[in-house]
């Protein structure tokens, strides 16, 4: 089965950087399209930035400029660098992957806390 193990959350002061990272059990050139997605208390899961298998990303509008999703093949890792951080940013962010094959499967991971606060 696959595996998306986040990590790299915590609290954070506003304006500071936090980079996330996604390890998967196998390599990720598998993977038809990966993301990150974040979860606030009281609110519905949102997609934050998105990479195909052809490493074009795309962004949430309140993360444009301040965020970065990459992937990392020698490691099998998804990475998200988060700069300029306020406390809109709140939230638990999961790691996704897709695979299309037989049929559309989505894997998630179990989650990251980040916290942005004074």
């Known amino acids: 089965q696959v595996q998306l193990v986040e990590s790299g959350g915590g609290l954070v002061q506003p304006g500071g950087s936090l980079r996330l990272s996604c390890a998967t059990s196998?390599?990720?050139?598998?993977?038809?399209?990966m993301g990150w997605y974040r979860q606030a208390p009281g609110k519905e899961r949102e997609l934050v930035a998105d990479?195909?298998?052809?490493?074009?990303?795309s962004y949430a509008d309140s993360v444009k400029g301040r965020f970065t999703i990459s992937r990392d093949y020698n490691n099998n890792t998804l990475w998200l660098q988060m700069n300029s951080l306020k406390s809109e940013d709140t939230a638990v962010y999961y790691c996704?992957?897709?695979?299309?094959?037989?049929?559309?499967?989505?894997?998630w991971g179990q989650g990251t806390q980040v916290t942005v606060s004074s």
């Open positions: 996704n992957a897709v695979v299309t094959l037989r049929s559309r499967i989505n894997y």
């Open positions: 196998r390599s990720i050139y598998t993977f038809d399209h």
């Open positions: 990479i195909n298998s052809s490493d074009s990303a």
